[in-house]
C-alpha cells in the first residue's frame, strides 16, 4: 500500500501527535509519518516520537534571525522528506509565505475553536470567557488549511461544536476540546490519506 508521508510539527505537549503516531501503527490512517519537528527542545512531543522511533529534528528560533530566513530554513530541511502533508499539532509559530509557497494545499492545522472564533494562542480561555460573558453558549473545534499568514483561518476540512456547561472549569472544557481534536484531526486526514484518491 502506497501510504502518505505526515511530518508533524509540534511546540508540546503533542497529544495530537500521539493520536497520529497510534493511528499509523494500527494502519486506521493510511499514512507515516516521514518526521517530527519541533521550535522546543523540551517539546514533550519530542519524547513521544523518539519512543516511537521516528525521525525528529528540533529547529528552535533564535532571536535576531530573520523570521522569512527560519521559515527557509525549516521548509528546505522539511522537503528532505517529501511530505504529502504537513500536519500542525500544537505548533505555536506562524508561518510565512517563505515556508507556505513551498508547501501549498498541503499544510493543516489544529484550532481549538471554530471558524473565525478566538484565533491565536488562548482560544480556550477566551471561549470560557465569553461563555461567562454571555456572549456565547459553545465553542468547537476545527481543522483547516493553511493557505496564507491568516492566524488559525483558512479552508475548513472538518469542525464540530462543543457545548460549554455552566460548572465547566478552563481544565474540563480543555479536556472536552481536546478530546474532540482527537477524534476531528483523524476525521480529517483519514480521508485524505484513503488510498482511493491515488
Ligand atoms: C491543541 O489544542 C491544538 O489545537 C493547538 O495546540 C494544542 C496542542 O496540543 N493548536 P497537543 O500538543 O497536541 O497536546
Known sequence: MNKKKLAILISGNGSNLQILIDACSTNKLAAEIVVVISNKPQAYGLVRAANANLSVLCLPFTKGTYRSAYDETLAQQLSVYNPDYIVLAGWMRLLSQS??????????????????????????????EAYQAGLITYTGVMVHYVPDEGVDNGPVIIQEDVPIFSDDTLETLEHRIHKTEHRLVLEALIPLCNPSRG
Open 99 to 128: 515556508f507556505l509557497s513551498h508547501f501549498s494545499g498541503q499544510v493543516i492545522n489544529i484550532h481549538p475553536a471554530l471558524p473565525g472564533c478566538f484565533p491565536g494562542t488562548h482560544a480556550i480561555e477566551q471561549a470560557i
